[in-house]
């Protein structure tokens, strides 16, 4: 079994930072993507940003400058951190994960359950 365990959302006002976690456990061998996306109430989850193994960090139009994504590969865990919040970053933030559970299996996509950011004054 796998587990994306999220945290660090909450209430923030704008202008203010954010730092959120995911925590990949269970059985895992090896992880190559690892990703942030969002969803509004009544809109669409959409791409905050990605971080592949080797590869390069992409982002989102709305959050360059604002969000960096990192990643701990020793404790399987990725990081978003947000700066400079707006009330239009309010949502639900999935962490979002490729990973192979063994050496014989071929990379399965993993959702975390989301933690709630909002900001407002």
């Known amino acids: 079994q796998v587990q994306l365990v999220e945290s660090g959302g909450g209430l923030v006002q704008p202008g203010g930072s954010l730092r959120l976690s995911c925590a990949a456990s269970?059985?895992?061998?090896?992880?190559?993507?690892m990703g942030w996306y969002r969803q509004a109430p009544g809109q669409q989850r959409e791409l905050v940003a990605t971080?592949?193994?080797?590869?390069?960090?992409e982002y989102a139009d709305s959050v360059k400058g604002r969000f960096t994504i990192s990643r701990d590969n020793a404790a399987k865990t990725v990081y978003l951190q947000m700066n400079s919040l707006k009330p239009e970053d309010t949502a639900v933030y999935y962490c979002?994960?490729?990973?192979?559970?063994?050496?014989?299996?071929?990379?399965?996509?993993?959702w975390g359950q989301g933690t709630q950011v909002t900001v407002s004054s």
């Open positions: 979002n994960v490729d990973l192979r559970r063994n050496p014989y299996s071929w990379f399965t996509n993993y």
């Open positions: 269970g059985s895992i061998f090896t992880i190559s993507n």
């Open positions: 971080f592949p193994t080797g590869g390069s960090t």
